[in-house]
């Protein structure tokens, strides 16, 4: 079955067997054919070729002999499932358990935050021009907040900041370590109910 499109060379073709039958056609006639063929000249120099689309070829399969056991996807059973759940859910509770023990007050050292949450405590001001928390203090900045706490008679001197900072350190670490605390009981709590169906 012959093609429906055409290219450039279609094009040529044409315009050969046009000047061929000039002599049949009239003037006007012939011109308007001319333009005709010239315009379509011009498309298809235009245009770009684009490259035959190749034919989707079959995977190769992999030979059996080279084949791991995970190829074939063998489904667990119902006991090597709450097994393997059961490893999930002891290491995030030792992941957990990790986490409490580097939350502790002892492990975590003062920084910045704890001191300006003391600042925006003590000097409401300076949370409404900072309009957030999220925006942290440069330690040059901290240092001048504490300077003015000190003169307005606010804080008595830098140590008495830095007993403040550390209580906001304790208090934020207590925090984080119920948190941790709360997620560890949900996980426990699971994790024993998986242990009591492989028993």
């Avoid at 012959?2 to 056609?25: C, I, K, N």
């Avoid at 063929?37 to 011009?42: D, G, I, S």
């Avoid at 667990?76 to 002891?90: G, K, N, P, S």
């Avoid at 704890?114 to 900045?141: C, F, W």
Wanted: proline share 5%; glycine share 2%.
């Amino acid at each position: 079955m012959a093609s429906m499109g055409f290219d450039q060379t279609t094009v040529v073709e044409m315009m050969s067997l046009v000047d061929e039958h000039r002599d049949e056609l009239k003037e006007a006639e012939y011109v308007k054919i001319c333009n005709a063929m010239r315009y379509l000249h011009q498309r298809t120099q235009a245009a770009p070729r684009q490259a035959p689309t190749p034919a989707p070829q079959a995977a190769p399969q992999m030979p059996a002999h080279m084949r791991s056991p995970f190829y074939y996807r063998v489904p667990l059973t119902e006991h090597e499932q709450v097994q393997r759940d059961i490893d999930t859910f002891e290491q995030r509770v030792r992941s957990i358990e990790s986490s409490i023990r580097m939350n502790q007050p002892t492990n975590v050292r003062t920084v910045n935050l704890h001191r300006q949450l003391v600042i925006v405590e003590l000097m409401p001001d300076v949370a409404r021009y900072r309009g957030s928390l999220l925006v942290k203090m440069k330690t040059e900045e901290i240092r001048r907040h504490t300077q003015t706490l000190i003169d307005r008679g606010i804080i008595t001197s830098a140590q008495d900041m830095k007993n403040r900072a550390d209580r906001k350190k304790r208090e934020d670490c207590q925090a984080r370590i119920e948190r941790f605390e709360q997620r560890r009981r949900e996980w426990q709590g699971t994790l024993e109910e998986l242990r009591a169906r492989v028993q």
